[in-house]
Each structure stands twice: as structure tokens, then as C-alpha cells.
């Protein structure tokens, strides 16, 4: 494959709310452009950039599928280098899609003709606003049922305003969809159906002519208000020529003034070869984006470092992407930010500050990987087996560090506790586990240290379940699926003085211990207090230890439901002791009985944690979110809206919010998310502790008894 320099290459984001056909529309773009000897669809499981078999068998992209086409528009002297990143539209997935887009220089948001906007073409546009990007909109499926141009053109100017424009109008609509009217050069492109993708140029149906018109007038006018030479043009000659216009609007694009809107019907390959024009013609190369933009050290404050995307710049590349492949290993897909990057290089990896030799670079077309001999500024690649590169990190020249940002993703939003199925299954989990969350960054596992669960936290339950799917498959791990254990602890809310006596015998030495406590409730969060007391040795100090043992391994079992109890003081104040019966473990015994004793008059209460949540969502569903919340115990603390958002501030039960997840999603249809984290410790209400109590106390009843049996 031959090398292509900076101003030759396309990086573009195919992004947009799920079912829009994104996924097709790449593999028609292949398609068109030669890449592919037949049209991949993604009904059969054969486009080129769905290839897990998750995502063949589920229909739906679930990571981002990297591609490339060589296009030569007809105003260009030779072919350009277009690297598409096919990216999730389903929200469960939708963080994959924002960790991708970094690498991107330009968004093509793909808008369902019959639907309009959706909650997730929203979500993208605030994604490239983020990242800067400029972007322009494809109106899919325009030959099916209840297809409509005005009523989607019209939804996306009421969203994202008047800088949404038309360059192109539908000739004929639904299934009679055949072709456009390009508006920059005033000609009608028709196709043939199921054909190459290429359209037979053709004057405009006559029909046609005065809404063309008027169409082309209106994007000459909003191009020339960019631009005070272009509006000089404008006046003096009531028009623009063809070049001037494109000029215009390329760079009113770049600087995010026009945004675009093209028309497709992906399944028949109408409309491809215009939207590769355009992406040539019209979308900036990485080199017109500005300069890349990172820091001096790793955790991206303080002093910034700027680098031209440029051959001549020291060489630099940020991994955005990682694959953990069960056969080629960990494959890194990265950005050359700046430099050329040779094939066989060693190259520094700043962020873990060891070497790595990238042998066999690679461009990537689904699956598929095609070596190359170097890759320059603002071009994408891949790399196989780097020993210790994950995703974010940034590599280049030692003698020219700089750290790349990583994408901000948010918080996981469900939890659930997963169950190895066998014992093979558990030897299995950790290393399969790894390799997952090295690809997946919206992903957390963790051990509670108290319910002694393994958690796995996503985006949501279909994330979850992808992901125990994939584990199945690639690695032969067995795994169930639980609602997570809420953590309740125990305390106490009054005083007690209590004995606790151990005495057993069996001729020969007995076993003999007793002691005296107090204990007491303390604040929030203290955890145990253990108080020796013990004057005239009334018990050695020996055994002292021992007796505190015992407190805090009943305290760690519980009492009410056998969860652990925290937040009190027990002194050691008096005791007995027999100069031959008397043992660490007759102590040990004697200090969990007290304990138990203790529990019975210091009035036990059951805590839960309590939860600082943020909830997100459209400004209209304010009102439902709050009572919602309320419904769930939950403590409004405030509100904020900015933009159009609404954000409510909560803290909540942890028991409340389990299920929340699945109901956000249908209060806001799509449209809300939340985060949450630990705040504090709190009393459960005397009703709702009762059943918690009921439904625990089976599991460790006898406990104590079971200690001096084992004694």
C-alpha cells in the first residue's frame, strides 16, 4: 500500500444513534470505492467493520470498527488515504464510541430519515463539540417507508440551528428514491440501485429546477456570510462559482460554521460516491486541524506542549484503542500525532517509561491487517504485541516526551456481582477478566471486601451482558449473573456492660477464661475501639490480645444478620483467670461471648450506605426525576441546568439505586444518565431493617456456638 502524507488523509468518525446504519454505510463507502469485491452487509454478518461475533449475532456494533479507502475525487490530482471509524450507536455502548473519536479530525453523523434526531445523534454532537471536530450529517435510509427530507432536515435544524444545511435534495422519495441533486454544482446524480455506487451525472428534472434553485441560493448566501471576500463575490455577481463555493464552504466547515447535510440510502449504494467526494473535498486533512495539544507530564497539569501535526516534528503517537485478540494477542490501534513512524521502530512509551519496538505496523480494514512500510502525521495504524502499551498511552522520541490526553469517559452506572461456575472457571476469571478491561474502558471488577463478591461494573445490563458473553466464548469462562449484595454493617445505639465466661472440662486441663466489658457507641465512620482497662492484673496481659481477638471476629460476624458491626468502643475492664485452664483461645472464646452478651442490651441497629448521585437529563424531565428519586428515599441536596441539561443532586440508599439504571433509561426514554459514589454510613428505617434482618438470619445463626465447638 502505498505512503500518503498528511494533506492526503481523512480521519473521520461515522457516528449516530443505533439502527441508523452507520455500519452499512461503510461497507457500501468500501464498496464504491473498490475496496471490496462484493457490497458486506450486516444483515448476513459480512460487513467488514462488524466482525465479532457478538456484534454479527446481536446485529449491532459494540466496539469500533476501524477501515480505510483510497478515493480519488474529480478535483483532486490523485487518490486520498480516508480512515473511517465505525463507531457503537446504542447508548449501552456509546463510551466506546467517545474513547474512539479522539482519533478522529471530523464527525459524519448518520440521522435515520424517517426518525430525525434521536437521543444519541444529540449525544455524539456534544462528543465532537467536545473534541472540537467539525461535522456534517447523512440522511440514511431515505428509501424506505415514512423517509422524509423536510421533517428530518427540519428536526436537525430545530436541534443543532441554522447552520445545518443542505447540499444536496432528494430526487424522488421512499422507495421511488433514485438519486440528488448536487447543490454545489447544480447536476442531478442518479444510481442505479443494488449497483457500484456511482452516479450517472445528468441535468436537473425539470420538475426540480426552481426548488434547486432556491436550495443553491440559500447555501451560497449562508457560505458567503462567512467570509467578507466571498460576500464582495456574492454581491457583485449575485452567485459564486463552483470552486470559490467549495473553498468557502470547506473552510466553513473546518471552522464549524456549516454543518452539512448529505442523503443516502446505504443497502443500495446511492448517494456513496457523493459522500466520498465530499469527505475529500469538503472535511480538513489532521494537518489543517491546528496543532496537537498535550503536557509535559502524566497527569496532564501544568505546563502544555504543542506540536504541529507535521513529518518534520519529533515522532509521536497516542494509542486510542486496544483489542485484545485471543490469537494475534493485545493489538494497539494509535495516531501518529506527529513525525513519521517507521516500521521496526523503538519508540519510548512516556507514560510507563520502558522501550517498545513496533514490528510489523499495520493498517487495519476490519480485521484485516495489511503491513506498512512507515505511517505519517494525522494517519491511523496498529501494532501487535507491544509488551507494556495499554490504551492512553503516548509514545514517541525519549528525547521529545510529551503525554496525549485520554478521553474523559464517565463512571460505570451498573453493578452486578458475578459467580465463576466452577472451580476451573475461577482459576480462569482473573487472567480473562485483564484482557477484557484492557480493551474495554468503561469497564470496572472488583472483590467487595466485605460480601466477598467479585463486581462487574458497565455502561449497562446489555454492556454486562456482552461482556460475560465474550468471556464464554473467548476464553471459556462460565460465569452467573446477581443483583450485587447491598454491604449493611451493624452498630449499636446504647451502653452495655456485659461477662463473657468460658468454661470446659475434659479431664486433664480444662479450659477457663472470663472477662468484663463495656461498650459504647461511637461517631460515624470511627470503626472499633478496643479500651484495655485491666488493673491489679486481675487478667495477665498476656491474654489481653486475646480477649480484643475475640470482640473483633464476633463484631466481624455480626449479630443481628451477620453483618459486620463497626462504630463502638469496648473497654476491657475486668476478668478472671485460672493459673493452669486458662489459654489464648479460652479468652479468645470468652471475649466473643461478652461481645454477643454486650450486643443483646446496647440496643443493635443495621446501617446501609448512602450514595452521592448526580443524575443527567433533558431540562423537561427535571420535576419527574426529583419525585422519582424522593419515591427511593432519596435526599435532594440541589439542582443545576445548563444548556438544556438538568442536573439533580441526591444522596440515596444504595438499596434503592440497584435497579435504577433500566428505569432512568425509560423515564427519559434514553436520554438520562447518572453517577454515583460512597458518601457515608446510615440507619436503616426500623421497617425496612426488619426484613433486611429476616432475610439474612438464617445464614449465621449459631455462630458463636460454632466458635467454641472448634475451640
Known amino acids: 500500500m502505498k505512503s500518503y502524507t498528511s494533506d492526503w488523509i481523512r480521519n473521520v468518525g461515522i457516528v449516530g444513534h443505533g439502527d441508523t446504519g452507520k455500519t452499512q454505510l461503510v461497507s457500501s463507502l468500501l464498496f464504491t470505492a473498490g475496496m471490496m469485491p462484493r457490497l458486506g452487509k450486516v444483515a448476513d454478518g459480512s460487513a467488514p467493520t462488524d466482525w465479532d461475533e457478538e456484534e454479527i449475532a446481536r446485529k449491532i456494533s459494540i466496539n469500533t470498527g476501524m477501515a480505510y479507502a483510497e478515493w480519488q475525487a474529480p478535483s483532486q490530482a490523485e487518490k486520498t488515504k480516508i480512515n473511517l471509524l465505525d463507531t457503537p450507536g446504542y447508548s449501552t455502548f456509546i463510551n466506546e464510541t467517545k474513547a474512539s473519536l ?82 454545489i454544482s447544480m447536476k442531478a446524480l442518479l444510481y442505479t440501485p443494488d449497483g457500484d455506487g456511482k452516479a450517472k451525472i445528468e441535468d436537473i428534472p425539470a420538475e426540480m429546477a426552481d426548488e434547486a434553485k432556491a436550495a443553491h441560493e440559500a447555501l451560497v448566501e449562508l457560505v458567503a456570510e462567512g467570509d467578507d471576500e466571498l460576500m464582495q463575490e456574492f454581491f457583485d455577481k449575485g452567485t459564486l462559482p463552483v470552486e470559490d463555493l467549495k473553498k468557502g464552504l470547506h473552510d ?47 497527569d496532564h497539569k501544568g505546563e502544555e506542549v504543542e506540536r504541529k501535526i507535521a513529518d ?186 456485659a461477662e463473657g465466661k468460658h468454661k470446659k472440662q475434659t479431664g486433664g486441663h480444662g479450659q477457663f477464661g472470663l472477662c468484663r466489658i463495656k461498650m459504647e457507641p461511637l461517631p460515624r465512620g470511627t470503626g472499633i475501639e478496643f479500651v484495655d482497662d485491666i488493673f491489679g492484673g486481675a487478667i495477665p496481659k498476656n491474654w489481653i490480645p486475646s480477649v480484643e481477638k475475640g470482640i473483633r471476629d464476633a463484631a466481624e460476624r455480626g449479630y443481628l444478620a451477620g453483618f459486620p458491626v463497626v462504630d463502638f468502643r469496648a473497654s476491657l475492664y475486668d476478668g478472671k483467670y485460672h493459673d493452669v485452664d486458662s489459654s489464648d483461645i479460652a479468652f479468645k472464646i470468652a471475649g466473643s461471648l461478652a461481645f454477643r452478651e454486650a450486643m443483646k442490651q446496647a440496643r443493635p441497629a443495621l446501617l446501609e450506605p448512602i450514595m452521592n448521585v448526580e443524575v443527567y437529563a433533558p431540562d423537561q424531565y427535571s420535576g419527574d426525576l426529583m419525585g422519582h428519586l424522593s419515591g427511593r428515599r432519596g435526599k435532594i441536596s440541589g439542582s443545576d441546568s445548563r444548556a438544556g441539561t438538568v442536573v439533580v443532586k441526591a444522596l440515596v440508599p444504595l438499596a434503592e439505586m440497584l435497579s435504577y439504571a433500566n428505569e432512568l433509561i425509560s423515564m427519559t426514554q434514553g436520554r438520562g444518565s447518572y453517577s454515583m459514589e460512597f458518601s457515608h454510613y446510615d440507619f436503616v428505617p426500623a421497617e425496612l431493617a426488619e426484613k433486611v434482618i429476616a432475610a439474612h438470619k438464617p445464614h449465621h445463626a449459631g455462630d458463636e456456638e460454632g466458635e467454641a465447638a472448634t475451640a
Open 102 to 183: 479522539v482519533a478522529a479530525d471530523a464527525s459524519l453523523i448518520v440521522v435515520d430519515a424517517a426518525a430525525g434526531v434521536q437521543v444519541v445523534t444529540e449525544r455524539v454532537w456534544d462528543y465532537a463539540t467536545e473534541y472540537d471536530q467539525p461535522r456534517a450529517f447523512v440522511l440514511n435510509w431515505m428509501d424506505r417507508e415514512l423517509a422524509s427530507f423536510e421533517r428530518a432536515l427540519g428536526s436537525l435544524q430545530q436541534v443543532f440551528g441554522r447552520g445545518v444545511v443542505p447540499i444536496q435534495l432528494p430526487i424522488g422519495s421512499e422507495k421511488s428514491f433514485r438519486g440528488v441533486v448536487d447543490l
Open 312 to 497: 518534520a516534528e519529533p515522532v509521536s503517537l497516542s494509542v486510542f484503542k486496544t483489542v485484545a485478540d485471543p490469537f494475534a494477542g493485545r493489538i494497539s490501534y494509535f495516531k501518529v500525532m506527529s513525525g513519521v513512524l517507521k516500521n521496526d521502530a523503538t519508540l519510548q512509551n512516556f507514560n510507563r517509561n520502558s522501550q517498545e519496538r513496533l514490528q510489523h505496523v499495520q493498517v487495519m480494514q476490519g480485521k484485516t491487517a495489511t503491513a506498512v512500510a512507515d505511517l505519517h502525521a494525522g494517519d491511523l495504524g496498529a501494532i501487535a504485541k507491544l509488551k507494556d502499551t495499554v490504551t492512553s498511552d503516548t509514545l514517541g522520541d525519549k528525547n521529545a516526551p510529551i503525554f496525549y490526553p485520554p478521553a474523559r469517559i464517565p463512571e460505570p452506572s451498573i453493578t452486578f456481582a458475578i459467580e465463576p461456575k466452577t472451580r476451573a472457571d475461577e482459576d480462569r476469571i482473573g487472567v480473562a477478566i485483564h484482557r477484557i478491561l484492557e480493551e474495554d474502558l468503561a469497564l470496572r471488577f472488583a472483590r467487595d471486601p466485605q460480601t466477598k463478591e467479585f463486581l462487574l461494573s458497565g455502561a449497562g445490563q446489555q454492556h454486562i451482558e456482552v461482556v460475560v458473553a465474550k468471556l464464554r466464548k473467548r476464553y471459556h469462562v462460565e460465569l452467573t449473573l446477581h443483583p450485587p449484595k447491598v454491604p449493611y454493617r451493624e452498630t449499636i445505639r446504647g451502653k452495655a456492660d
Open 252 to 298: 466553513e466547515v473546518r471552522d464549524k460554521k456549516i454543518f452539512p447535510v448529505l442523503l443516502s440510502s446505504a443497502l443500495h449504494c446511492i448517494g456513496t460516491d457523493a459522500i466520498l467526494n465530499f469527505i475529500v473535498e469538503i472535511f480538513p486533512s489532521p494537518a489543517t486541524r491546528g496543532k496537537a495539544r498535550g503536557h509535559k507530564s502524566p
